[in-house]
Nanobody, 125 residues
Framework: QVQLVESGGGLVQPGGSLGLSCAAS????????MGWYRQAPGKQRELVAT???????NYANSVMGRFTISRDNAKKTVYLQMNSLKPEDTAVYYC???????????????????WGQGTQVTVSS
């Protein structure tokens, strides 16, 4: 079982930037597609960015052009660089792995592992 540890969240003003990290245990990290999800209070968890095992990336429309996902397989870590943050980006951010697929006009991924504790991102002045 892979364990996930997210970090890097915090309080930032609108227009600011944050960089999140997600470290995974286990020896087979590199073969999985990885994704960043977020869950705002009272809302369902949503997939915001994905990166395939080969390094191809996809983003939700709400974060396109502002967020960048990357991965370092040697460090078993996936990153999310968030720029031009907006109050509506406020949420707990999680990562997970799986197999990416396209359905109903969106990229989707069924998470494989238990969720980590997440990292809180708050965008407020």
């Amino acid at each position: 079982q892979v364990q996930l540890v997210e970090s890097g969240g915090g309080l930032v003003q609108p227009g600011g930037s944050l960089g999140l990290s997600c470290a995974a245990s286990g020896s087979i990290f590199s073969i999985y597609d990885m994704g960043w999800y977020r869950q705002a209070p009272g809302k369902q968890r949503e997939l915001v960015a994905t990166i395939t095992s080969g390094g191809s990336t996809n983003y939700a429309n709400s974060v396109m052009g502002r967020f960048t996902i990357s991965r370092d397989n040697a460090k078993k870590t996936v990153y999310l660089q968030m720029n031009s943050l907006k109050p509506e980006d406020t949420a707990v951010y999680y990562c997970n792995g799986g197999s990416l697929y396209y359905s109903g006009g969106n990229y989707r991924m069924n998470p494989l592992w238990s969720w980590g504790q997440g990292t809180q991102v708050t965008v407020s002045s």
